[in-house]
């Protein structure tokens, strides 16, 4: 079993910035970020793969950045924070591969964090 730890959540004028950590215990393969808003579906937002292959979420392209380091460790850097993008964020993590955007192909969540934009 392993655990997700996440940090960096908060409340952000729009067009602030935020960088999200989100720590393993033990080994993992892909490893995503989604959000979830009220009343919405929890979605993708940034997902890289053990090989360090990104995808992004149209709408946060050229904003947000995805980095890991190695197994255990990885970040959401968000720039240019719009109102749309408040949220509870959840990092997650496959333990064995899968498609990078199916929430359903990750195995382990954490508690996720909030992210509140402001006008």
């Known amino acids: 079993q392993v655990k997700l730890v996440e940090s960096g959540g908060g409340l952000v004028q729009a067009g602030g910035s935020l960088r999200l950590s989100c720590a393993a215990s033990g080994g993992t393969s892909n490893r995503g970020w989604f959000r979830q808003a009220p009343g919405k579906q929890r979605e993708l937002v940034a997902a890289?793969?053990?090989?360090?292959?990104a995808t992004y979420a149209d709408s946060v392209k050229g904003r947000f950045t995805i980095s890991r380091d190695g197994a255990r460790a990885v970040y959401l850097q968000m720039n240019s924070l719009e109102l749309e993008d408040t949220a509870v964020y959840y990092c997650?993590?496959?333990?064995?591969?899968?498609?990078?955007?199916?929430?359903?192909?990750?195995?382990?969540w954490g508690q996720g964090t909030q992210v509140t934009v402001s006008s």
């Open positions: 997650a993590a496959a333990s064995l591969g899968g498609r990078v955007s199916n929430v359903h192909d990750y195995d382990y």
């Open positions: 890289m793969t053990r090989g360090g292959s």
